[in-house]
């Protein structure tokens, strides 16, 4: 059954984010990537904190706004039938979303600013481990 494989898939595979809980989606993201900042912590926690605050992509040039389907209308009820396996994906994946915050418990919140290196700063701050500056950031 092809709904059960893609559980399965996503299950094995995916490390899911929402939408909904943006913040919580970029900080396990941040975690478990182990994505730290590298150019300028300062400004790049600002930017987090923009994006975070008012988004990105929101496609806000778009002209029509379409009206939204009540739920429980017949509008909402056909949508709901014609994409009910996309409905119990979702479902799946909000539950998903759960059971994976257990993959990063034990890293400390904001560990995007835990030893951050700074390409811009005067004088540059490098890991002891050494770091490259990327060349375009140089400039």
Known sequence: DDLNLAMQILNRKFLV?????METTVERFEKLFRWTYHVNPPNQEK???????SGSNQNTSVGQKREKAEEGSNAWNLLAMQNQYDL??????ENLFKQQAEFVK????????IDTTCCKCSPATFPPEGFTCPMAIMN
């Open 17 to 21: 984010g929402l939408m909904t809980e």
């Open 47 to 53: 930017c987090r904190e923009n994006i975070m605050m």
């Open 88 to 93: 119990q994906i979702f479902a799946f994946i």
């Open 106 to 113: 034990d890293i400390p919140d904001g560990f995007r600013n």
